[in-house]
């Protein structure tokens, strides 16, 4: 694995509000640091796979709406994200729900390094 840090900070990110595990300031503060496509490609990767009738969609979708209502930030990375390439071509090609969060995140990370 090349891109060991990038992969770590991605999972850090991702985990963090999947899990709970960190406030929405702390997460606003990893998505300021991060590539405005790799927040787009998770947070709908999160959409995707916590909509319908998982079990833990409210919380999942619940600190999702935290982060993009409280921090405008979080919402201009994504306008910026959804205008990527690579996120053109992750859609194009893939299926958000065709993946685990490891694997996502090794792709992803991949495509942007490349």
């Not at 991605?10 to 640091?33: F, P, Q, Y």
């Not at 992750?90 to 991949?110: K, P």
């Amino acid at each position: 694995m090349a891109f060991v840090h990038e992969e770590r900070e991605a999972l850090r990110l991702l985990h963090g509000i999947e899990n709970g595990t960190m406030k929405s300031a702390e997460v606003a503060r990893l998505v300021a640091d991060a590539d405005p496509a790799l927040v787009y490609l998770i947070l709908t990767w999160l959409r995707s796979r916590y909509g319908g009738d998982h079990p833990a969609a409210e919380g999942v979708l619940g600190r999702l709406v935290e982060l993009t209502g409280q921090h405008a930030a979080v919402q201009s990375k994504m306008r910026e994200g959804k205008a990527d390439s690579v996120v053109t071509w992750f859609e194009q090609e893939h299926s958000y729900r065709d993946f685990g969060d490891t694997e996502f995140v090794a792709l992803v990370v991949e495509k942007l390094e490349s």
